[in-house]
């Protein structure tokens, strides 16, 4: 079983609709959870932290966290074509503090006009 | 508004010659992590440092790699004697606390011929 798991798609939305965006983990002690963004030859973005189970809403993005079906989502609403790119999920591994994160394969959201 | 800072962003390197990858982290940020991309694949965990500490090396290869992160300075991460399977992206990330959201430089593409 691979620590962080992601479709790597292609997930393709038209314009304006929502994006959903999954991601399970294998380290039960994690606490901490983020999202990137990365475009193509380009440097992981920031896109969310999300450390208490819920959602967390930021604008367009709402990550939704699940500890014990150890289950992370990301949703993307009123998708925009400039959102195309590959979304990564990022566990922190362990149960404190390590900083380091394990980061899925990603998935590849494709916005079609 | 500087963010991560990483040089050279490009840097080719002959087998068996050094390569020095510099970090200078975001301002008020004292933890840095480096990460690898390889082609086509997932972004990995390498090192972990504070100022003159390396917190966590769990991830660098046993051999070849070192990384350091002086009290003046950027971060260092060196590869001595590089061979073709190092070419690969190296980021650097940095955190103003263990376990806080991580922001990422531009990298440094190695290519080694």
New interface residues.
Partial sequence: QKEVEQNSGPLSVPEGAIASLNCTYSDRGSQ?F?W?RQYSG?????IM?IYSNGDKEDGRFTAQLNKASQYVSLLIRDSQPSDSATY?C?P?QGS???????????TTLQVKP | NAGVMQNPRHLVRRRGQEARLRCSPMKGHSHVYWYRQLPEEGLKFMVYLQKENIIDESGMPKERFSAEFPKEGPSILRIQQVVRGDSAAYFCASSQSMGDEQYFGPGTRLTVT
Avoid: D, R
């Fill in positions: 901490s983020f990137y380009k440097s992981p973005e920031l932290s990564l990022a922190e404190s503090n390590t900083g380091k994160l394990i980061f899925g394969q990603g």
